[in-house]
């Protein structure tokens, strides 16, 4: 069988931002590869339980150096067991006698930052633009933590947690917005749509939705329900959704508990984002339609487009007001 054609992703996210590589808790003793703006990278942690992030390719034959193991701080190939540490330097040839002289160019390091249950990377070529975003109260509660490899670009799962009318159809039995309709029906709603250079707030009754760039999207209602969703885009057409959904208050930080199920309501939104995407790589995006409800998502393509772009300039804040029948 061959290979699915990889289609470049028609709003690419920035290339100079903080993204999500891992959970905290799924790097531990071993490995973890990732692919990350199409980068095969090694995470692993140091001698100190720092994490660290190498490209994942050893200089020496190419083999990816996720396949070895880690000891004493360091990163073994398991070809030819060249090791290196957390900076990317060659530490250790093994068929090297005494008296020769380790000659190794460096594997390139990527910047880690680890905070809010997530090991984070910088993907940019320069040194980071300050730490990532913070999740607002992350230590005041417990969290469930999940991720979900999607087989679509970043954008139609960002568009789609903001999206304000799709939950009627889209999450029979699952959705507050579905259960009201079947009950009386669709009424006249009216959101509040604001947006800054970096950001985009959509405000309804009983919802709130955020997105920040370059990929966090959190869903609120309330005090009794919020997830924060990281969408980070792995190679052309294919992303990973990584959710952190706010369970009770604690006394004191607790790690999340990571799920390994996916929850039904994102399976619902995965049939629909992939479904999307296959028609967008046949057929390119010229067939798009918009409407009044569209204006969340395509305020969020502006940001995205943006984001994207380093000369871009300062995007003055702007605010309006969406009627719907939802």
């Avoid at 594997?107 to 913070?134: F, M, S």
């Avoid at 799709?166 to 959101?191: C, D, E, I, K, S």
């Amino acid at each position: 069988m061959n290979a699915p054609t990889l289609v470049a992703d028609r709003v690419p996210l920035a290339k100079d931002a903080w993204y999500v590589g891992v959970a905290s808790t799924q790097l531990r003793d071993a490995p973890v590869a990732i692919t990350l703006q199409g980068a095969p990278i090694v995470l692993f942690r140091d001698a100190d339980g720092q994490a660290q992030a190498l490209h994942d390719r050893c200089p020496h034959r190419g083999v990816a150096l996720s396949l070895g193991t880690v000891s004493d701080g360091t990163i073994a190939c398991a070809y030819h067991g060249w090791r290196f540490d957390g900076a990317g330097r060659c530490r250790h040839i093994p068929s090297l006698r005494e008296d020769q002289t380790i000659k190794s160019a460096p594997v390139r390091r990527y910047p880690v930052a680890e905070q809010d249950g997530y090991v984070w990377l910088w993907t940019g070529t320069d040194e980071p633009e300050g730490a990532p975003l913070a999740i607002d109260g992350f230590d005041r509660f417990q969290w469930l933590q999940g991720a979900m490899e999607l087989a679509c670009e970043a954008i139609l799962p960002i568009e789609n947690n903001l999206d304000i009318c799709h939950a009627a159809f889209t999450h029979p039995n699952m959705h507050p917005q579905w259960f009201r309709v079947q009950a009386v029906g669709f009424l006249p709603t009216r959101y509040t749509v604001e947006s800054t250079a970096t950001a985009l707030t959509v405000t309804g009754p009983g919802t709130h939705l955020r997105f920040d760039v370059p990929d966090r999207v959190t869903v609120a209602s309330g005090d009794a329900f919020r997830l924060v969703l990281h969408h980070v885009p792995t190679v052309a057409g294919r992303c990973i959704q990584h959710w952190l959904l706010q369970r009770g208050p604690v006394e004191t930080p607790q790690p999340p508990l990571w799920s390994s199920t996916e929850p039904e309501i994102l399976a619902q939104d995965r049939a629909v984002l992939e479904s999307a995407q296959r028609a967008y790589a046949l057929e390119g995006d010229a067939f798009e339609q918009s409407v009044e409800a569209d204006a969340t998502t395509l305020a969020a393509r502006r940001l995205i487009a943006l984001a994207a772009r380093p000369d871009a300039r300062e995007m003055p804040e702007t605010r309006r007001v969406v009627s719907v029948l939802s």
